[in-house]
């Protein structure tokens, strides 16, 4: 090892690294409030500690982050990279002292600096950089990854404005707010890389040399530069790292143009370089082809491509054995361009014959579906990519050529050649990005068994056919409990801990331990101790709500919670209408019946993509009806609703740990996985759902008596479609009591019944998503969640045994599948 030049004691001392006592702990938050936030110590509010003691936590996660790197760097594992568009981080501070083990220090620290660590946490804003599920999955994901000592990386992009806030107008109708989640100072979670830089060009031409190669030139070209995050793992000095690109022009501005007095070119130019990485688009499950949505797929897997080619090279290997250094996860088909990519620098740029090429190629990317709704599906214009990536359209089309083989292994099989092309005829034609994304993959994943199966059996049938089932496998989502059981329900972590009589580290980080718990189920004490926490945390959300929408709730009620992105297929019109029902059946009750009932409140929370009429409309529905229902006087104290605005994770880890039971309804076979279910369950909530995604699984686990199933299951739902779309038989005799509830909305009951016309048709027309077939048995289902929980040990008894079920859902689990099965890397940590 070379020393720095200097004097080796004095460069030793100094390399020491940083106490973690309490005294020093605090110097390190003052010296931050007055050098870098440049304050007075003595006019310090909850922001300033914030961002101080911020800035203390990252000095800790800078130094592990060096070591970890540098340590990749010497010993050159192979290393996963795990490209997604969206990463759902949520906050970071209370992460990160979590993960570092000082939350405590920093605790007393803070305290003795006369602050509280629970305000100072508050403080911070979400970065939320994805959608829902698929984004927050990633976060997790790369939490698993650091906390298993794993060489992964995060690659996306720097969006300045992250998934839009939602508010709620005064006809209760969902309105959009940006996000400026970067406008609260500096981040200190991100490290500015100005020296990590690459050009990406758009546009301009393909020129085809002798053979395979092209010249590609022309065009615009932006540069993409790195923006790092430190991901530190759970118990560990391993901390990884989210690579996120930020789009700018490649001079500040066009000089010539300002110069020549055209101020408006010159910044239009850096104003179209600077719109790649501006905005998150807020739509999920469904594609529109905006160009600008396709720039950013290309700017970010050229970006992150040309990294880790720079990476590899520096390695010193020949390129052939770049699979054997370099894994790609494909977080959906949205990076499926990195497989063109990598053909095009190998062959272009690299002098690798085609054939070679594609072997390498398809020996380095592992494809992940999301989703088998057919709207999802990308697709790209041919013309639209000839024109923005000509380079990449002669790829496609020379891969599309391999089909020939296709050919030949089915002769005269005509449809099935033309559903697995990489092109969809049409006008215009368009490129496949599924299809594309599979033929280029070593392994193509679901996210729970049931849809895997789906992959197998659907959109990737004639696939399977011809490379055989193996190409095909499950990983079945999981979470990762740091956060969704330790930070977010601290004082079940703590019980959890003294009944096991186990450090937190234990559970944590092997999640199979809870099933010690089983042996406490029957223990009154340990059942009261249980119960208490979950009133707690009900007490909790209820302060949020209180002081927040300056609502009261009742906080003897069960809790019933439905949080996630609004969308038909996990019909949240099914529970409002199964709420209507409810209202008016308590309506129909004397006073003295209603003393019988159980009281509930049931809480939504969720976005709905700006365009999605529909999914608005069912917003505006949930809040008029609270409007009404919430002030009935006969009813409110066993019935309230509440629409809580601005889901995010923040909001998320404070309803969860509250919930009784929580509702995972979509149609059987639309819900690829969830994993905000098993998020309920980690923490003691019970689940009412369909026989759907990784419901199926948690029910495996935790046993069906411990599930509210309901509906009818995915064989059945083709059937059923065709029935309703030319057997319609009329909701008044198909479903008498769903008629009744819409009728009495139509009737204007929840205010102007003309405007939910739209939202009542699609039930009692199509019915797509079967509601009307579902409705029965979900109300029945419904039924037996009150009964359940009336004989409350019995109930806690349930809530016991599911959390200590969830072994199988923690994201380690997850990881270790993908690492061993997929990416085939190993463990490896500095020292
Ligand atoms: O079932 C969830 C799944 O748990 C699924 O709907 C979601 O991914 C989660 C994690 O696997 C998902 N999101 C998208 N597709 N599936 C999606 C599609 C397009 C844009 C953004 C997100």
Redesign the pocket.
């Known amino acids: 090892e070379k020393w720095p030049k200097g004097d080796e004691k004095v460069w030793r001392t100094a390399l020491r690294g940083l106490d973690t006592d309490v005294p020093s702990i605090t110097k390190s938050v003052v010296n931050h409030v007055q050098t870098s936030l440049a304050r007075q110590a003595y006019n310090l509010d909850n922001l300033g500690a914030y961002q101080a003691a911020a800035l203390s936590v990252r000095d800790n996660l800078i130094l592990n982050w060096n070591d970890t790197q540098m340590h990749y760097t010497r010993k050159a594992p192979k290393r996963a990279y795990y490209l997604s568009l ?1 990463f759902l981080m949520g906050r970071t501070l209370d992460n990160a002292l979590l993960n570092l083990g000082l939350k405590d220090k920093y605790q007393e620290g803070v305290h003795q600096l006369g602050f509280n660590l629970e305000d100072i946490l508050e403080q911070e804003r979400d970065a939320a950089l994805g ?4 984004g927050r ?1 990633a976060a997790c994901y790369l939490d698993s990854s650091a906390s298993q000592e794993l060489p992964v990386w995060g690659y996306g992009l720097r969006y300045k404005y992250g998934i839009f806030q939602q508010l709620i107008g005064p006809d209760g109708s969902q309105l959009e707010a940006p996000d400026p989640w970067l406008q609260q100072g500096d981040n200190p979670w991100e490290l500015p890389r100005l020296d990590v830089t690459y050009e990406v060009r758009f546009y301009g031409h393909a020129e085809r040399l002798d053979g395979m190669k092209a010249i590609w030139s022309g065009g615009q070209e932006v540069v993409a530069m790195a923006y790092d995050t430190m991901i530190p793992g759970y118990d560990t000095k391993s901390t990884n790292n989210l690579r996120l690109w930020e789009s700018k022009p490649k001079r500040g501005f066009d000089l010539q143009s300002f110069n020549a007095g055209d101020y408006e070119r010159a910044v239009e130019s850096s104003n179209s370089a600077e719109a790649i990485t501006s905005v998150l688009y807020p ?3 469904t594609t529109f082809g905006k160009e600008l949505r396709l720039k950013q797929q290309y700017f970010w897997t050229a970006a992150s491509l040309a990294d880790i080619m720079r990476r590899f090279k520096n390695l010193g290997k020949p390129i052939t054995e770049f699979p054997d250094y370099v894994a790609i996860q494909l977080n ?1 088909t949205h990076p499926t361009l990195a497989i063109p990519e990598l053909m095009r620098i190998f062959i272009d740029e690299e002098d690798v014959p085609w054939d070679a090429a594609w072997q390498l190629v398809t020996n380095t990317f592992f494809f992940t579906n ?2 088998v709704l057919p709207e ?1 599906l990308e697709k790209w214009p041919v013309p639209l990519m000839q024109s923005l990536l000509p380079r990449h359209m002669q790829i496609i089309f020379d891969i599309h050529y391999l089909h020939v083989a296709v050919e030949k292994k089915f002769p005269g099989d005509r449809d099935k050649f033309a559903r697995m092309s990489l092109i969809e005829e049409g006008y215009p034609q368009q490129v496949r990005m599924a299809n594309l994304a599979c033929i280029g993959s070593r392994k193509v994943n679901g ?1 729970a068994e049931l849809h895997s199966e789906l992959v197998r059996t659907t959109i990737m049938k004639d696939f399977v056919d011809y490379y055989g089932i193996s190409k095909f496998a499950n990983v079945t ?1 999981g979470i990762t409990p740091r956060r969704w059981l330790d930070q977010c329900n601290p004082g079940l972590s703590k019980l959890i801990s003294e009944t096991l009589k186990l450090p937190k580290a234990a559970f944590l980080k092997d999640l199979f331990k809870l099933e010690g718990l089983l042996k406490f189920v029957d223990d009154p004490i340990f059942q009261k101790k249980w119960a208490a926490i979950k009133q707690s945390n009900k007490e909790r959300l209820a302060h949020y709500v209180e002081t927040t929408l300056g609502l009261k709730i009742n906080t003897h009620a069960m809790f019933d919670v439905q949080i996630k992105r609004l969308h038909e297929y996990k019909r949240q019109t099914l529970n409002i209408m199964g709420v209507i029902h409810r209202y008016l059946t308590l309506k129909d009750m004397t006073p003295e019946q209603r003393k019988t009932v159980n009281p509930k409140v049931v809480f939504f929370a969720g976005k709905a993509a700006p365009g999605y009429y529909i999914a608005k409309l069912t917003i505006r529905l949930i809040v008029n009806a609270a409007r009404i229902i919430n002030s009935d006087p006969e009813t409110k104290d066993i019935l309230q609703l509440y629409f809580l605005p601005d889901y995010s994770v923040s909001l998320a880890e404070v309803l969860i740990p509250a919930s009784d039971i929580s509702q995972h309804i979509s149609t059987a076979g639309t ?5 905000s279910n098993m998020k309920f369950c980690l923490n003691g909530g019970l689940l009412v759902g369909t026989v759907d ?1 990784a419901n199926i699984e948690i029910a495996e686990e935790v046993g069906e008596n411990n599930v509210f199933f309901f509906g009818h299951l995915t064989p059945a739902v083709e059937d059923l479609r065709y029935q309703h779309m030319y057997h319609a038989v009329p909701i008044e005799q198909k479903c008498p009591p769903l008629a009744r509830v819409l009728n009495e909305v139509s009737a204007g009951r929840f205010g102007d019944g003309s405007v939910y016309e739209p939202l009542l048709n699609t039930i009692r027309q199509h019915d797509y998503y079967l509601l009307t077939e579902d409705f029965d048995s979900y109300i029945q289902a419904l039924q037996l969640v009150d009964e359940a929980y009336q004989d409350r040990t019995e109930w806690i008894k349930k809530s016991i045994r599911t959390s200590a079920k969830m072994g199988k859902f923690s994201s380690d689990r997850a990881i270790q599948d993908y690492a061993q099965e997929y990416w085939n890397i190993e463990s490896t940590k500095p020292e």
Do not use: K, W
Request: hydrophobic fraction near 25%; glycine fraction near 20%; charge should be negative.
């Open positions: 969206e959608n829902g599920g698929l999955l739509n999920d499950h959906d999301h989703t999802a996210v989502n819900e690829a996985s969830g994993t995604g």
